[in-house]
């Protein structure tokens, strides 16, 4: 017969063979725990349909189990990659996600930020649509623990992940410069855009690595989308703009692709084309995308793993800035 569900910690710990502490730690804080002990604890757990008091807990300890991830559109596959590998880290700690889309609205941003303050959530995973800090100090006010995600933050304000973005843009443009004569057109986003610039300053530096005078002739895009793509790449056929195209997503790429077959330029027969983010569009395409692999994933299971020793340790003793290193996956468009 079942032990009284009544019991609590004690009844649990009782099954488990081990101290209520151990079992409130695999509840709260299961990093700190053997994995065969936790094991253990969560078949008592499950034995005894216990249910941990999470309300009252934070009340007593003055601690939540809360997590926010702030991101700018879940929509978008770089960012829902991101979101699932978070959900699943922050699932493998027993803490609960709060998904915070900004839609790219500075208002919205700020008002999840509130909200997380008013919640006093234990942490938030951020990917900042501005570099404004203190747009960020009403968590830090409340003792929230900051991680940025896709941004570096300085040394001295919490730690963040971000994926080393200038070598990215190199790594495309070295390998353009391979195969064919030295002049390059580079489709860009806004160069507000810190990842934008970074790709740009990676372009620039891939000629001056092979001993080259840049020779790069540039296009920028409002929305990076599909369409302003196809637009620029009719754009580039009309200017008679270099064959040798970077372009620093997979929807301007793919765009850009079919903006040149309209326009009697097939690729890679005349043109040469290589992306940037590695989506799924980019190998499932018609013409399979050369494009630089970003380690999504990994982004936010790292971004996890910092925020976890922060509130472990402290934000006074653990401040990392984690840059991840993208990879060129090469495919028809640009062999």
């Known amino acids: 017969m079942k032990p009284d569900r009544d019991l609590g910690l004690a009844a649990v710990a009782r099954v488990a ?4 502490a151990t079992v409130s730690n695999v509840i709260n804080r299961p990093h700190m725990v053997s994995a065969e002990t936790q094991e253990r604890v969560r078949r008592a757990i499950t034995e005894l349909d216990f249910v941990p008091n999470r309300a009252a807990a934070t009340l007593r300890q003055g601690t939540n189990r809360l997590l926010g991830l702030v991101i700018p559109d879940v929509a978008n596959p770089f960012y829902s990659a991101i979101a699932s590998a ?3 880290a922050a699932d493998r700690n027993r803490f609960t996600l709060a998904l915070c889309p900004s839609h790219e609205d500075h208002d919205r941003e700020l008002r999840h930020f509130e909200m997380l303050a008013e919640q006093r959530a234990a942490g938030a995973l951020v990917v900042p649509m501005s570099a404004d800090a203190s747009r960020l100090n009403r968590l830090r006010m409340v003792g929230t ?10 040394s001295d304000d919490g730690c963040s992940v971000a994926i080393d ?12 410069l ?3 004569p030295p002049h390059l057109t580079l489709v860009n986003g806004p160069r507000s855009i810190p990842q934008c610039e970074d790709r740009r300053t990676g372009a620039f530096r891939a000629f001056e690595t092979a001993g080259l005078e840049p020779r790069i002739v540039e296009y920028e895009s409002e929305h990076m989308v599909l369409a302003e793509g196809e637009e620029i790449g009719r754009r580039i056929a009309e200017d008679g703009a270099p064959l040798m195209i970077f372009c620093t997503n997979d929807q301007l790429a793919i765009g850009v692709i079919r903006g040149l077959a309209s326009a009697g330029i097939g690729t890679p027969s005349d043109a040469r084309v290589v992306g940037y ?8 395409s018609t013409l399979p995308l050369t494009s630089v692999a970003q380690p999504k994933a990994d982004l936010g299971t790292r971004a996890v793993e910092l925020l976890m020793a922060e509130l472990q340790d402290g934000p006074a003793h653990h401040h990392h800035a984690d840059i991840l290193s993208p990879r060129l996956i090469i495919r028809e468009s640009a062999p």
């Open 17 to 20: 063979g081990v101290s209520a």
């Open 86 to 88: 978070v959900a699943d």
């Open 145 to 154: 623990r900051l991680v940025l995600v896709d941004r570096i933050a300085p």
């Open 165 to 176: 973005d200038v070598l990215g843009g190199a790594l495309a443009t070295g390998h353009l």
């Open 178 to 180: 391979t195969s064919g």
């Open 277 to 284: 983010g590695d989506l799924a569009i980019a190998e499932m």
